[in-house]
């Protein structure tokens, strides 16, 4: 069976673009995959996290990626800070990973922006982090985003170096895992910007906690255009704003976005963001009550999390000190 990584920061509630990109396929790769799921808040502090924030924030995302599905008895789920070997082991990439090949990561400079001189050290090696994620389990399966392509081939690249450095054949190569067509939730604020659990605007995402009335007034506020919708999806073209929330419901509904137009194509936003609406809700409300459910009892949770912890740890550990070993470091 494949062993397979997948990570999410605990850098605010978890959103539907969340939900739909990333945990919803985790859930269906449980089936016939090995699956460590992971929150990663050692990647959420390369942006600023206030202490009490990430403790809560960590928590709360360990509860909605059960809520939304993840068995924590047959998978493993954890927090990344309580397994300390991704930290080694991103200690060794960091001296693995040459300067030029950061330099050509595009996450880095969209997230930077004008700001380079004052960003985080550890947001310009975050892709070395990530490199060790995966790497410490010899997962060579990474269910990702077409934003994370790029990082996945610099940890192929960094696990090739290592093993001709070394000699060895030690890191396997990874494989991107596509599922499905890619669903890129964008804001409601703003088609052409994705949706983001750090964006300042709350208005601009559907946390999977929000309740029914936030949901409805969110969506009722989303921005859109004067024109009706188009009958068929090449009527979209250039209305990020009708296309995302087109997206949305063909995503939740498991259709594409022909057979969503013909149903609502030729309506005006108005009726059609009350249908949305009233979808959303059916499928997050579920997810929102299990959440609150599991939060009620931190102490479960907790021994959860602390469960998952000590089997990733009882895996990754002796790879990294494989690694150790390897790379030379005297072990008395
Ligand atoms: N808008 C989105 N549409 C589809 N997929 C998305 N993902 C994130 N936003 C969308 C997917 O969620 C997974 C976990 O992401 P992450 O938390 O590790 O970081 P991110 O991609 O940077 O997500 P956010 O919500 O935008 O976080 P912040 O605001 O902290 O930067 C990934 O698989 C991602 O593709």
């Keep these: 069976m494949q062993r397979i990584f997948s990570g999410i920061q605990p850098s605010g509630i978890p959103t539907?673009?969340?939900?739909?990109?990333?945990?919803?396929?985790?859930?269906?790769?449980?089936q016939d995959h090995e699956c460590l799921f992971c929150v990663v808040d050692l990647h959420a502090i390369t942006t600023w996290q206030d202490p009490a924030t990430l403790r809560a924030a960590t928590r709360e995302l360990a509860a909605s990626i059960i809520a939304c599905g993840i068995d924590p008895r047959a998978h493993v789920l954890f927090h990344q800070s309580a397994v300390h070997a991704h930290v080694r082991l991103s200690w060794i990439f960091n001296c693995v990973a040459r300067l030029g090949w950061l330099n050509r990561m595009t996450q880095f400079k969209d997230k930077a922006g004008k700001d380079r001189e004052?960003?985080?050290?550890?947001?310009?090696?975050?892709?070395?982090?990530?490199?060790a994620d995966i790497h410490a389990y010899h997962a060579t399966r990474v269910p990702v985003?077409?934003?994370?392509?790029?990082?996945?081939?610099?940890?192929?690249?960094?696990?090739?170096?290592f093993n001709h450095d070394f000699g060895v054949e030690f890191f396997p190569v990874i494989e991107?895992?596509?599922?499905?067509?890619?669903?890129?939730?964008?804001?409601?604020?703003?088609g052409s910007?994705?949706?983001?659990?750090?964006?300042?605007?709350?208005?601009?995402?559907?946390?999977?906690?929000?309740?029914?009335?936030?949901?409805?007034?969110?969506?009722?506020r989303a921005r859109t255009?004067?024109?009706?919708?188009?009958?068929?999806?090449?009527?979209?073209?250039?209305?990020?704003?009708?296309?995302?929330?087109?997206?949305?419901?063909?995503?939740?509904?498991?259709?594409?976005?022909?057979?969503?137009?013909?149903?609502?194509?030729?309506?005006?936003?108005?009726?059609?963001?009350?249908?949305?609406?009233?979808?959303?809700v059916e499928k997050l409300e579920p997810i929102a009550a299990e959440t609150r459910r599991l939060l009620a009892d931190p102490g479960t949770l907790d021994s959860i999390l602390r469960d998952g912890a000590a089997r990733a740890a009882a895996i990754a550990d002796p790879i990294v000190a494989e690694a150790e070993r390897l790379v030379g470091f005297l072990k008395v």
């Design 16 to 30: 539907l673009g969340n939900y739909l990109g990333a945990i919803r396929n985790w859930v269906a790769l449980q």
């Design 118 to 131: 004052q960003v985080s050290s550890g947001l310009y090696v975050y892709p070395n982090l990530m490199a």
């Design 145 to 161: 985003g077409d934003d994370q392509r790029q990082h996945l081939e610099l940890a192929n690249d960094i696990g090739q170096k």
């Design 176 to 190: 991107p895992l596509i599922l499905g067509p890619a669903a890129r939730v964008m804001s409601l604020r703003d």
């Design 193 to 220: 910007k994705k949706m983001s659990k750090s964006d300042p605007s709350d208005q601009s995402r559907i946390n999977l906690t929000d309740d029914a009335d936030t949901i409805a007034a969110k969506i009722r």
């Design 225 to 280: 255009d004067p024109e009706p919708l188009p009958h068929e999806p090449q009527g979209l073209e250039g209305r990020p704003e009708a296309r995302n929330l087109v997206g949305i419901m063909a995503a939740l509904l498991d259709q594409d976005a022909a057979a969503v137009l013909r149903e609502h194509g030729g309506k005006g936003f108005s009726a059609f963001k009350e249908s949305l609406a009233a979808l959303v």
